[in-house]
Structure formats: C-alpha cells, structure tokens
C-alpha cells in the first residue's frame, strides 16, 4: 500500500488561473490535481448557457485547461479529477475528449452524474423545505429549472480505481474531489468506515480538500491580515497550494518550489475556517467533520503539518442547490461632479423614483448604492454628513431594478438618457442603459441520501 500521495489544487472557480496548476505538476511531484469549477452559483450560469444551447451548462473552460496540462500529466501519470460537469457532465467530458484527440492524446475519461434531482422536486406529493428559513417550495415548484444533490466520494474513488486519468463530475461536494483521490490511493475505507480510526482518516482527508478547494486562497492569496498581506511574496506568480498525505491520515500542506505566495500556519489557518458554519459539525457526505482538535505546526519553508481532524458517520440525507427563475434585473450606474455633486444624486435618484411610479413600472426592489462610499460594507459603512458629501470631488450612484416584468426590466434605461442635458448639472455619464437579465434564485435544501445513485460511466477511448 502506498504511504503517501501528493495532490494538488486546481481551479478554485469557473475561469480561475491554471498557470499554477502547471508548476505544482511540473515541480511539485503530485500525484494528482482536483479541481473545483463550481461556486454556489456557478450552476445559475451554466443554466444560462443551456437555455441558450442544450449542448452546454457546463464549465467551458475545462477543454482549455485540459488541453494545457495532459501533455504534462501523461508522462507524469497524474490523475486529473474535477466538477466541470455542471449540469451535463457528458457534454463536458465529450468536448474534451473530441478536443484531446484531435491532438492525438487519448486518456481514459470518467463521468460522473446521478445528481440531478430536479424531477423529484418537481414531483407534486413531494416537500423539500428550505434549509434556512424553512419555506415550502411548492408556490415557485413550477419555476425549478435545476435541482442538484452534492453527490460525495464514492463515485470518483470507483472511476479511479477503474484506471480512469480524467473524472469528470456534475455537482459533488467540494472537498469530496480531493477525498476520493485519497481514499482510492491510500486505500482507506469510505463506504465500509465503521470505526473511529476509518472516520478520522476520512476527516483528515476533508480538511485536506477544504484547505485545498479554494486555489491560491489556501497559499497566500486573498489573505486578509492587516499590516501583513504586504508580505506575501508575488502573488502575480502564486503556487496553489498541495498536500502531502499519509497513510495514517497525517497531512503536510505546501506548494511547488519557485512559487510566489506563503503557506504558513496563519495563511492555512485563515482557509481552515473558511465558509464553517459550525467547526464541531461541518457536513459532508463522507463524514461530519469536527476541526476543534486540529493541530497545525508551522515547519518552516512553506510546509504546515496537519492533525487531529476528528470524524463521525455522515448523515442520512444530502444537501441540494436548486435554481429557479426570479424574475429580471436592470442597473444603472452614473455620477454626478462638484459642486453639491451628493444633492444632484440624490435630486436625480427621486426623479427616477417619480418616473417608476408615474409610468405604472411594477417591480420587487430598487437597490441603491453609492460605489466609493458603502458598495463594499453596505449598512456597516455610514454615509457622511450631506455637507461633507457635497464637497467630494465626484459621486456615483447604482441603481438595480428587480422586477417580474422584463418589459419593465429592458424599459428602465430609458428613464435615464434625457437627464444629460435636462436633469442635474455636471452628470460623469451613464454605464448600463441596457442590461437586462433574467435572475434566478437560489433553494437549498436536503434530500433523503437513498434517494440518490449517483452514476459512473467510462468512455470507450477513441483511436
């Protein structure tokens, strides 16, 4: 049995960097690369682009990235797992592989899929709540456009273990691409786990995905300490980070060598505690992860040791992201100059205001924010008083409409054009006028676990 794997992170969204990508399989002797090319609302896009062509919704740029790094994995043998499925993982996977052989390279690719669960929230005699405020989903049932479950380790684990170079998955949790090449090369029991000693290797190997999910925010970037992010040395040619990781679970977090960014034990630290809503129950559909008794020992030279993840048996049900429509957008953003630039936003802002209500324009919400005053911190950034405000040297204002209306939506900016010769004095233009886009919202929720199977197909290699 092998004693230790390296893997390294990929993307850690839809249109990320993969520079860095390329140095940890040319210096950074992985034996693997996940990649993780779904945001929460990453699949609100893709659902975009399949209503625009039902061939796509999935992660485009994964036949670029490939097509860049296999002629570095192949004669390295490294494995290439990613969730660049989206919502068709065998649109995604043919694309590459028609893309790859076209230069003669012919790797055995996976597919992953079994997550779409939309027809069962679809299905009238069925109740999927919201998980956060508990809403019934039955009056917006018939706006569901996508319905995905985080499908966990098991399927990329079986597709590795069948010899596969590329897995291609539609939605699974994020960690869960890191953990199934750990348990397939460390040959650790994932869905036979019973004991406490299985759980918490499957715990160790959570926190590894979690450290490693985001790209270059678990070496350095996006580090937020003030008076020390200064520090971090050339980000413009960051590592993302890589894991060395045991057999028993002991991990080691580093990056390639000859790579900008830190990993050190406050940078790692930082990523640890990312998007934990509880650090005693983080949910996985491998294992529930307790990170209260983590150790981190900073070694020095860019290498963190990592122990203590505690695990328990995972829960009965999985957690879904469904997407339905919402209606439409419009924004506009413009400014006005010095002198009394805030009085000729705020006289502007009303006439647009008296306009809506005058022209009947129905519509859910008209956000307002003023960009360089509180667009960063919202209610957590008062304004100014007026006085100060009118002696800055400029002032921009956005405006969004929402509304269930797209007359409505593609109408808002032309309530905006005539101001420049017959509104306020001084306007710095417009940004805008036509924009409009349909939303969609977001439903969490959970699922029964046995009412999903998740599928694993192997595409015949082409000659």
């Excluded at 990320?16 to 990508?21: A, S, T, Y």
């Excluded at 790209?215 to 980000?235: A, C, E, T, Y």
């Excluded at 049900?317 to 009085?343: C, H, M, N, R």
């Excluded at 017959?422 to 006028?433: D, E, K, N, R, V």
């Amino acid at each position: 049995m092998t004693q230790s794997i390296r893997i390294g992170s990929g993307l850690g969204f839809y249109g990320d960097n993969w520079e860095p990508v390329v140095a940890s399989i040319e210096r950074g002797q992985v034996q693997f690369i996940a990649s993780d090319h779904l945001a929460e609302l990453t699949l609100a896009i893709l659902q975009k682009d399949r209503q625009r062509d039902p061939a796509l919704g999935y992660a485009r740029d994964v036949v670029a990235l490939l097509m860049r790094l296999w002629p570095l994995m192949q004669p390295r043998g490294v494995k290439f797992v990613c969730n660049a499925g989206g919502l068709n993982p065998m649109g995604a996977a043919q694309a590459v592989q028609t893309a790859l052989a076209a230069k003669g390279w012919h790797p055995r690719i996976a597919v992953v899929s079994g997550d779409d669960v939309l027809p069962l929230l679809q299905a009238p005699d069925t109740r999927f709540d919201h998980l956060m405020n508990g809403a019934d989903v039955t009056p917006l049932r018939e706006r569901l456009v996508f319905g995905n479950a985080y499908l966990g380790a098991q399927p990329i684990v079986a597709a590795l273990d069948q010899g596969a170079d590329i897995v291609i998955t539609g939605r699974v949790a994020d960690a869960a691409l890191f953990l199934g090449p750990l348990v397939h090369g460390l040959g650790w029991k994932l869905k036979d786990a019973v004991t406490t000693e299985d759980f918490n290797r499957l715990a160790q190997g959570l926190t590894v995905g979690h450290l490693l999910e985001c790209s270059g925010q678990g070496s350095g970037g996006n580090f937020g300490s003030q008076g020390h992010w200064q520090h971090i040395p050339d980000l413009a040619h960051i590592g993302y980070p890589i894991a060395e990781v045991w057999q028993d679970g002991t991990a080691f977090i580093t990056k390639a060598p000859d790579t900008g960014g830190l990993v050190n034990f406050d940078t790692v630290r930082q990523q640890l505690l990312y998007e934990v809503h509880n650090p005693h129950a983080y949910f996985s559909p491998d294992v529930v992860l307790d990170i209260g008794q983590i150790q981190l020992t900073d070694e020095g030279q860019h290498r963190v040791r990592l122990t203590g993840a505690q695990g328990r048996a995972p829960t009965d049900q999985l957690k879904v992201v469904a997407g339905f429509k919402d209606g439409y957008k419009a924004e506009i953003t413009w400014g006005f100059s010095w002198p009394d630039a805030w009085d000729k936003v705020q006289a502007a802002e009303a006439m647009i205001r008296s306009q809506l209500h005058e022209r009947k324009m129905p519509f859910d919400e008209l956000f307002v924010e003023y960009p360089g005053l509180n667009s960063a911190h919202g209610p957590l950034a008062p304004l100014p008083p007026a006085a100060e405000l009118n002696e800055r040297a400029e002032i921009w204002v956005r405006m969004v409409l929402r509304t269930p209306v797209k007359a409505v939506a593609d109408g808002f900016g032309r309530l905006f054009p005539w101001m420049a010769l017959s509104g306020p004095a001084y306007t710095c233009g417009f940004q805008g006028l036509n924009n409009t886009s349909e939303l969609l919202g977001i439903w969490p929720t959970l699922i029964p676990r046995d009412r999903v199977q998740a599928r694993l197909e192997m595409l015949e290699v082409q000659s």
